[in-house]
């Protein structure tokens, strides 16, 4: 048996109840991963709440993204082997004591990358990263305009901006948000909630030539309006709530490309480019030149808590949850 958080009626997270369910055994060409670590996305939240795009009836153990160490593996496995550190994404299943995963899904962890800064690190950062290497194709010196910069995609998406060399122009909802922001790398701070966003870009850097949006909503348009002649805007998520309708005689004045991303699909789509930017990440990653802003832990058993935190859009940064003590060496019998 093991300790897993259960949704079994879809709608708000105090839902989750966290309960002694049996654990899963790998099967043909799967790892099983004692999890040390599991991060809370917001595609938890909304999963959870029957409002994700691919449902996933109840009952079933949320959580999309975790770290751990490989105790099993089935028939069929190569590449992988007990005792290996590894993170790795999927629908569901994450927040449990362990998870059984295809292997060909898992990612080695760097030395000197602790668990709970790998769980936290693949889902967001990776995002970031395909979003700004393959999807924009951002070059040094572009002005990059992150909408909910202080999220963990946007923070993400701060980071690595900045060290593609980037001008980075950070909007979040508040000062503390802002903060994380400019520690990160911002050059520049626009508070969306107090400041109109569109007079606020061209202030401080002249417009924009790409855009990356995790948040949608009411600030898509007027940051897409920033946008100069054969600027990018990147959509990767609808954290509003509200998904945009955007104009596209916009598009047609400016030669604007506008690209959807998801991280689910892309590499079955683009795998060249999936494992190219998979392996410059894990690079920086393990060369310590970035990691995730852990901004709050919390126990398994206070999943419904993490969602909350998530949901209510408190978090600045990754929010973790954590299963262990923090010893990632050992491996159980």
């Known amino acids: ?10 709608g708000t997270p105090d839902e989750i109840t966290t309960e002694l369910v049996p654990r899963p055994e790998p099967g043909p060409g799967e790892a099983l991963i004692r999890v040390h670590a599991a991060a809370v996305n917001l595609p938890d939240v909304l999963i959870a709440a029957g ?31 007990v005792g290996d550190r590894v993170a790795g994404a999927a629908m569901s299943g994450a927040f449990a004591e362990y998870v059984a995963a295809p292997a060909t899904s898992l990612i080695p962890v760097p030395a000197g990358v602790d668990l709970a800064t790998a769980a936290a690190s693949w889902v967001c950062h990776l ?16 002005r990059l305009v992150v909408l909910g910069a202080a999220g963990g995609v946007g923070l993400a998406t701060v980071e ?12 979040a909802s508040s000062p503390e948000k802002l903060a994380a922001c400019k520690e990160r790398g ?6 969306y909630e107090r400041t109109p966003l569109r007079d606020a870009i061209r202030a401080a850097a002249g417009g924009a030539d790409v855009v990356v949006d995790p948040v949608g909503g009411r600030f898509a348009e007027a940051a897409l309006r920033t946008l100069g002649w054969g ?3 990147v959509t990767v998520g609808y954290a509003s709530g509200e998904i945009p309708r955007i104009p596209l005689n916009l598009l047609l004045l400016k030669g604007m490309i506008v690209r959807g991303f998801e991280l ?19 690079e920086l990653l393990g060369a310590g030149r970035v990691a995730p802003l852990i901004g709050a832990r919390f126990p398994l058993a206070a999943t419904g808590a993490a969602l909350t935190h998530v949901a209510e859009r408190q978090a600045i940064g990754k929010v973790v949850l954590e299963m262990t ?3 990632d060496t050992g491996v159980e019998a």
């Open 264 to 282: 689910r699909t892309f590499p079955q789509f683009e795998p060249e480019l999936a494992a190219r930017d998979r392996a410059e990440l894990a």
């Open 160 to 171: 690595l901006g900045a060290l593609l060399g980037a001008r980075v122009i950070a909007a």
């Open 51 to 81: 409002r994700y795009q691919v449902p996933v009836p109840p009952p079933f153990t949320p959580g999309s993204e975790f770290a751990g160490v490989v105790v099993g593996v089935g028939s069929q496995v190569t590449g992988v082997r």
């Open 186 to 191: 911002a050059e520049h701070l626009i508070d």
């Open 231 to 233: 600027g990018r805007f």
């Open 127 to 142: 995002t970031a990263y395909h979003a700004l290497r393959s999807i924009a194709d951002i070059a040094p010196g572009e």
């Open 325 to 327: 003590d923090g010893d």
């Open 1 to 10: 048996m093991m300790r897993a958080a259960v949704c079994h009626r879809l």
